[in-house]
């Protein structure tokens, strides 16, 4: 109980930059689709919800693993947009090296099987990242 306030603090901190980093994210994801993210969600979309749900839940988890071993809340912000970034470019290769499936069309075509595998890829990769960028 004696360090309450200052671990209140570090809480908020660390809430406001995972916030910062969720907010950067989406916008960096929704600037790598090819269909309006937030259009497609409000419409009801279940694979698109589930897409950007699961890109989100990838940085929370980058920006989890990042916080546990890092000291610095700089570093904490650096760290995790790197893991945005390498989460950006593991999405462009995945729809580079699948050339018959276009993972965005099929995505706004509400397709539930791709939005699946997509979840599984993006969580898998980001608990990877997240190991690399402790």
């Known amino acids: 109980m004696e360090n309450l306030g200052l671990n ?10 995972l916030l910062v980093v969720l907010v950067c994210g989406y916008f960096a994801f929704s600037k790598l689709t090819r269909y ?14 589930m897409y950007m749900g699961s890109k989100l839940l990838g940085l929370c988890i980058i920006v989890g693993m990042v916080s546990f071993s890092t000291h610095s809340w700089l570093d904490m912000l650096m760290w995790s947009a790197l893991g945005i970034i390498i989460l950006c470019l593991v999405y462009i290769i995945f729809d580079f090296l699948i050339p018959k499936m276009r993972v965005c069309e099929e995505i706004a075509r509400g397709n ?6 997509l979840r599984s890829i993006i969580i898998g990769v980001s608990i990877v990242i997240g190991t690399f960028l402790m």
């Not at 539930?112 to 595998?117: G, T, Y």
Request: hydrophobic residues 55%.
């Open 8 to 17: 209140l603090v570090n809480v908020a901190v660390g809430v406001g930059i």
């Open 36 to 49: 309006n993210d937030s259009e497609e969600i409000a419409k009801g979309n279940e694979a698109a919800g």
């Open 112 to 117: 539930m099987a791709v939005a699946q595998l």
